[in-house]
Each structure stands twice: as structure tokens, then as C-alpha cells.
């Protein structure tokens, strides 16, 4: 933040006869509560699994007592290795949760940018109406969701009652482990596995088993997570949509763009900083899958709404298999670095030469760089 | 991008834009608006029927709920589940703990992040910008990775299963800390000047001129916490075991996973669902206004 040089620069003339010492100290008292909070219950935790991932402390006494042993990357090698159980049910815990993020982030982001779209019209009655309809799901607690879930997709419940209007049998979602892609594959015709996806691959995991798709349950999470989220990101999208000016919509009109192409080739870019924040937040979050299943389904059926989060904690508390639950936790923390940095990658590659190429001259007097800067916090943001 | 996918089913806009268009639009703008509202309404209706349905299902017996779920009406009306609730379960003590929490924390986070804020918007220290650097560092750290992290450190610390090993970790909010340090740097520095020359110290004058001043900021923050720390359900699991110590959200996780209750107890569930989202319900139509705008002014520069 230049800002920041501002006031040390004003406020120095008046400063000048206090020592500079007494300033840093006031400083540090200012600041201290948070540091000491965040550095004891973030930094110092962080360390303290990293150590627990490394040792064979079993949950009794303090894993820092003599009697806990190191065994180096043993707990890793166990998750890794492709052989054990733990291994196999990370394989499986990865897969779901892959399938969760894929549809989950692309839906979500379309899904909010068509509503900030629709509520942001110039002309439209009830505007405060829709957008409350639309954010209210935001602000509940991700366990009262889960509740109402549990009953709108339960075998007699809310959707398959719909479903029925329409002469469809609802399958009993929670209850059902079938994959998705499997489901479709045995409508065509095709009900077993090839030889060739048979053998156990990557973590344990046979290639049919990779290519079965989100389970029937865990797509009554997915679309949960697109109804809880959609909101939030609807918001950040109307923000972003009203620091474009009319003008430049404008000029798109009188050179004979139409709705459908000022979409794309006007407002679409110009939401380029917004729609990156977004996907890295939905990204981020997708990979935290915990409440709902600790709520909902414990991972079942069948382990097909496991996740590496709620594994991590399951093999910890419940299976008193600390080392293994904190190396998952910190493999999960690889993957989501690792993830969001390959998307800053790819979104910053082809984000100057399209802007340039596609935006009007005039965008750059408006600063669609205004809108928002990717780095900056959101407060809470459900994942 | 199925959702996009369904736009261009909007009446499409006059072909031939430019020459006719003024002409075209008028035609076309009366179906256009209809196709919109239409569609917004049939939006609208999915967003919130499941709430409707909640509600109305928590006041239904349990085998009408199961056999009836999409009547809004129910046909024997009955409370039983509210009364179950308060008489006979640990609700109320649920209810009390999450307020207890959520009073704190909100509490101490005002507090705590204005300080903050304040400092690194206004107080020139040694080892400001490695402050600053770590806190950005700190907020890339996703929560759910520090489950068992957390339960490490507070059992260490020997406040498992208290209040304050429930309140203290949550009060690490580094989001908190810059809207507070977003907002100093936009009052103008001249205020405090005048309070400095006045003779205040620099607490007196962040105390009772800055803070009255960031009033909006502060309430943005009240309500982010009051949200963030009533919905908050990870760190009380790994934080207490005792019942005594239950929030609503573990105490309705625990209810809606069968650990407490047997059968399905529809009407239950989701009576205690309702009544938790009532006070963040209350804070979100309250404050409606301001907390759109802070979501979205978090992003904003």
C-alpha cells in the first residue's frame, strides 16, 4: 500500500520530539494482540503438526514428550505408496473431492455472473428483492444447510417429489454410491470395467474407479455448494459490474454490438480481475470440504463423499492416527498452493495481450483495474 | 456454462442493430422484460423455497413431513419439535454457548483488529512491513488444514474444553485487521493532528477520535465476526468434547448425524436448523444494506 508512506511522511513534523523509540514501541503494543493470537494458534500449530507428521505420536501425552519417536516420512510413504488402506482411501478422498471441485467452481462463477448480470440491469423492479433472495442462502451456517439438505434430497423428500411431476424417479441421493459417469455408462450399455482399468493405478486406485464421477451423493453436495456460495460471488460480481461505466457500454452499442456480444467482449474482460478472485476463492474453498460432510454423511456411502479434509480429521480423532491425519492435512496444504498458484499462472498468462486486444480505448481512462485487485481479502466467504 | 449457455434464449435483440434500432427495441422490450422477471422469479423460487419448506416442515408432524414434504401448509399443525427442543435437549445450552462465544469474539475482535489496523495504518515501527507480510502469508493458510494443528497447541496449552481455548484462537482474524487498516488510511491524517497538538497520547487519540470516526468499518467488522463465529463448526469440534461446552452448530451437526437422536426426526432437525439461522437471519435483514456492501467492499480497493 503506497498510501501507507503518506502519513509517516505528515505526521513526522508533529512526531519529531518524541523519540522514534517510543513510537516503535507504541507501535508493537498496538499490534501485539493480534501477533501473539496469530502466532500462537496459527504459526506454532502449523510447526507443531509438521512435527507430529514426521513422528509416531499415537494422541497420548504431548507429542513433544521423549517418548514420541521420529520415523521421518513413513506417514507420507503410508498415504503415498499406493499399497495400504490409508493410501487407498486418500486415492478415494482425492477423487471425490476432484470431481466436487471441477463442476463446483466452473458452475458456481457462471452461475454468479449470470446473476449479477440479470440483477444488475439498469431497469429492473425488485432489484433489493432478488438480490437478498439470492445472497440469504450465503449467510446461513453451512450445518443448517446441510440439515435442509439431509431432508430436500432424502428418497421421500422435496426433489424427488419434483422429480416425480415430471415422471422421474428420484434416486435416494445420500443414500446412493453409484458414480455419476458410471450411472451414464450403464444406461449405454457399458456396466463393467475394460481389463485395462482394472489394475490398481495411482494411489490404489483402479483407472474405473478414477473415471467414476462424483457419486449420486456427492452431487447433492456439489449443487449445495453452487446454491450457498452463488450469492457471495453474485455480490463481488454487481460491485465489479457498477465501476464499469455506462460509457463504454455505450460505445459497444453504437458500434452495433449486441446484448450477447457486449457480453462477451465487453463486460466479460472488464470482469477479468473480479472473475480471477473468484475462481481462486472458489478454488481454495472447494478444497476444504469439511462441514457438511461431518454433518451429513461421515464420507459414506461407500466413502464416496470422503474428502482429504474430513479424512485428515477422521484418521486423527477418531482413529487416533495423528502422524497420518497431519501429513494429509499438510498434502491437502501442497495441493491447494500448488493449485492456486498454476491458476494464477494461467488466468495472468493471457490476461494482458486479451485486455489490450479486446477492450475499447476508452476502458483504460474508466480503470477496470479499479475494481478489484486479486490479492485483496474477502471477509467471509463460504466455502 | 450451461447457465450462460441459456441467454442468448432471450428474445434475441433486432438483428440489424444500428439503422432500426430505436424502432426494434421498443417491440421487443415489453417480451424481454417479461422473459426477465420470469426468469428471475423461477430463480428466485429456488432460492428460497427450501426455506419455506424448512420452515413449514418443522411445524408438521414427523410422518407428514416424510409423506408431504412440498406442502407448505402443514395439515396438524404442531410444535412439538420446538418443545422437544427446549424441554427436553440440550438446545438451550447449545444456544447459550454459541451467544457466549460469539459475544467474545466479536467483542475482542473489534478490539484487536482496530489496534492493529491502526498500527499499520498510522504508526511508523520497526518491522511494520514483516508484520504486514506475515499476515498476508497468514490468510493464504486454509482452516481446514489447522484441525488438528489447533487441537495440538490448545491441548499444550491446557485450555481444552474452557471458554478460552473456544474464544482466543478465533480471535486471530487477519482479513479483520486490513478492512481496519483500509479504512484508517482513508481518514485524513489531519484529525489526529489536532488531537496530538491537544496534547493526547496515541491510544487517547486512536481511543476517542480515530475509532468513533470508523465507525462503518468497525460495524463491517461486527458483522463479519458475529457471522463468522456464530457459523463457526471446525474449531469448537476440535477444540472441547464436553457437552456442557456444545455450540449449535456441533450440537445440530451432532443432532443431524444421528449421534444423539434415532430415526430420521425430520421436524427435529429441522426446528433447531431454523432457530439457529434466526440470529445471523436478524443480523443479515438488519443490516442488510451494509453487509452487501462489505462483501463486496472487502475486494474493492
Request: hydrophobic share 50%; proline share 6%; glycine share 8%.
Amino acid at each position: 500500500m503506497a498510501s501507507s508512506t503518506i502519513p509517516r511522511g505528515t505526521a513526522g513534523t508533529t512526531r519529531r520530539r518524541t523519540p522514534r523509540g517510543r513510537q516503535g514501541l507504541t507501535g508493537w503494543l498496538f499490534i501485539s494482540p493480534v501477533v501473539v493470537i496469530l502466532g500462537l494458534f496459527l504459526v506454532v500449530p502449523v510447526l507443531m503438526a509438521a512435527w507430529v507428521s514426521v513422528s509416531d505420536w499415537t494422541g497420548r501425552g504431548s507429542p513433544l514428550s521423549g517418548s514420541v519417536g521420529f520415523v521421518g516420512t513413513e506417514n507420507y510413504a503410508a498415504i503415498l505408496d499406493g499399497e495400504g488402506l490409508t493410501s487407498r482411501d486418500f486415492g478415494t478422498s482425492i477423487r471425490n473431492n476432484l470431481y466436487y471441485v471441477l463442476l463446483v467452481v466452473p458452475l458456481q462463477t457462471a452461475l454468479s455472473i449470470f446473476l449479477a448480470v440479470l440483477v444488475n440491469r439498469q431497469v429492473l423492479r425488485g432489484r433489493g428483492f432478488f438480490r437478498t433472495a439470492f445472497y440469504f442462502p450465503s449467510v446461513t451456517s453451512s450445518v443448517a444447510i446441510t440439515v435442509l439438505w439431509l431432508f430436500l434430497f432424502s428418497s421421500t423428500g422435496v426433489v424427488n417429489r419434483i422429480l416425480s411431476f415430471v415422471s422421474v424417479t428420484g434416486p435416494n441421493w445420500f443414500q446412493d454410491p453409484r458414480g455419476v459417469i458410471h450411472v451414464v455408462l450403464a444406461a449405454v450399455g457399458v456396466g463393467t470395467a475394460p481389463g485395462a482399468l482394472q489394475e490398481p493405478g495411482f494411489l490404489g486406485i483402479s483407472g474405473w474407479e478414477w473415471l467414476a464421477g462424483p457419486s449420486v451423493a456427492m452431487s447433492a453436495f456439489i449443487l449445495m455448494a453452487i446454491f450457498t456460495t452463488s450469492g457471495t460471488f453474485m455480490l463481488l460480481f454487481i460491485a465489479a459490474l457498477q465501476n464499469i461505466s455506462g460509457e463504454v457500454q455505450e460505445a459497444a452499442m453504437v458500434d452495433g454490438a449486441n446484448g450477447w456480444q457486449r457480453f462477451w467482449l465487453v463486460t466479460l474482460p472488464m470482469l477479468r480481475p473480479t472473475l480471477f478472485t473468484v475462481l481462486t476463492l472458489g478454488l481454495i474453498g472447494s478444497w476444504q470440504v469439511f462441514d457438511q460432510i461431518y454433518t451429513g454423511t461421515q464420507g459414506g456411502p461407500a466413502k464416496t463423499t470422503l474428502t482429504p479434509a474430513y479424512l485428515s480429521f477422521s484418521s486423527a480423532f477418531n482413529n487416533q492416527r495423528w502422524g497420518e491425519g497431519a501429513a494429509i492435512a499438510f498434502i491437502l496444504f501442497a495441493i491447494i498452493v500448488v493449485l492456486t498458484l498454476l491458476q494464477r499462472f494461467a488466468l495472468r498468462e493471457r490476461d494482458v495481450p486479451r485486455r489490450r486486444r479486446m477492450v475499447p480505448v476508452t476502458v483504460s481512462s474508466t480503470g477496470a483495474r479499479t475494481a478489484s485487485s486479486p490479492a485483496e481479502p474477502v471477509g467471509e466467504v463460504r466455502r | 456454462m450451461s447457465q450462460l449457455a441459456t441467454r442468448p434464449a432471450t428474445p434475441t435483440p433486432p438483428s440489424s442493430p444500428s439503422p432500426g434500432r430505436k424502432r426494434g427495441r421498443s417491440a421487443g422490450t415489453g417480451r424481454r422484460a417479461l422473459f426477465l422477471y420470469a426468469l428471475l422469479a423461477v430463480l428466485a423460487l429456488i432460492y428460497i423455497l427450501p426455506f419455506l419448506v424448512q420452515v413449514s416442515s418443522s411445524f408438521k408432524t414427523e410422518p407428514e413431513a416424510a409423506q408431504n414434504p412440498l406442502g407448505l401448509v402443514p395439515q396438524n399443525w404442531t410444535s412439538a419439535a420446538y418443545t422437544q427442543l427446549f424441554a427436553a435437549s440440550d438446545f438451550p445450552t447449545w444456544a447459550g454457548n454459541s451467544f457466549i462465544v460469539t459475544l467474545f469474539v466479536t467483542a475482542g475482535r473489534v478490539f484487536f483488529n482496530s489496534l492493529a489496523g491502526y498500527a499499520l495504518a498510522r504508526i511508523p515501527f520497526r518491522g511494520r512491513g514483516l508484520v504486514f507480510a506475515l499476515l498476508i502469508a497468514v490468510m493464504a493458510v486454509p482452516g481446514v488444514v489447522l484441525l488438528i494443528p489447533k487441537f495440538l497447541v490448545i491441548n499444550q496449552l491446557g485450555i481444552y474444553d474452557s471458554y478460552p481455548g473456544m474464544i482466543l484462537p478465533l480471535l486471530a482474524d487477519a482479513a479483520g485487521v486490513f478492512i481496519m487498516k483500509n479504512f484508517f488510511e482513508s481518514i485524513p491524517v489531519s484529525v489526529e493532528e489536532q488531537a496530538r497538538i491537544d496534547g493526547a497520547g496515541t491510544f487517547r487519540t486512536f481511543w476517542s477520535v480515530v475509532l468513533p470516526m470508523a465507525r462503518p468499518a468497525v460495524m463491517t467488522i461486527v458483522i463479519l465476526s458475529f457471522q463468522g463465529s456464530w457459523n463457526e463448526l471446525n474449531h469448537f469440534i476440535v477444540s472441547t468434547q464436553d457437552p456442557g461446552l456444545t455450540t449449535l452448530t456441533k450440537g445440530v451437526a451432532q443432532l443431524s448425524s444421528g449421534q444423539l437422536s434415532q430415526g430420521t426426526q425430520y421436524p427435529l432437525k429441522l426446528a433447531a436448523a431454523a432457530l439457529m439461522t434466526v440470529p445471523v437471519a436478524i443480523v443479515f435483514f438488519v443490516f442488510q444494506k451494509r453487509i452487501m456492501n462489505a462483501s463486496a467492499g472487502a475486494v474493492k480497493e
